[in-house]
């Protein structure tokens, strides 16, 4: 097994893994970030999405090998000192939450999204999110929501 080295949300880790391993499964069993969710596991549902040197990825197809001395940022690195970023905040308040099980991953893409488009249309937020599936909601209050943190983010 070789060992991998990873910045993950601003830390340095170092482990042991198998040369099939996906990222999803050594950022939730080796590391303990349980956070990404494994949902699909074939890449279709986004629910598996973390940043990968500032740009959204699939975790569950990604090897773990390709991420050596890279900077992965998951969910647990988003908040701030104890303080939601102001995309979940806004998800949170536009009711653009209902079981969650994709909101990591929406986040996700979602703060990559508006890293590169701080002022977006609701048809520029629907395209960025289709890959991110989410079965409670439909997508109206997460596109207000997005639309939302983008006001404040730009503020």
């Not at 079981?99 to 520029?124: D, H, R, W």
């Amino acid at each position: 097994m070789p060992d991998l080295t990873l910045n993950v949300n601003g830390a340095r880790h170092t482990v042991w893994v198998d040369p099939h391993e996906s990222l999803l499964d050594v950022l939730r069993e080796r590391l303990g970030l349980a956070g990404t969710k494994r949902g699909c596991d074939q890449a279709t549902c986004g629910a598996c999405t973390v940043l990968l040197d500032r740009q959204p990825i699939l975790s569950c197809i990604t090897p773990a090998l390709r991420c050596r001395n890279r900077d992965v940022r998951t969910i647990e690195g988003v908040a701030l000192n104890g303080k939601l970023h102001p995309v979940q905040e806004s998800l949170v308040e536009s009711g653009g939450i209902q079981c969650g099980f994709c909101t990591p991953g929406m986040v996700m893409t979602i703060l990559a999204f508006l890293s590169e488009n701080p002022n977006p249309s609701a048809e520029q937020i629907r395209r960025a999110l289709s890959g991110n599936l989410c079965r409670c909601t439909g997508y109206a209050k997460i596109v207000s929501a997005v639309q939302r943190a983008a006001e404040v983010l730009r503020s």
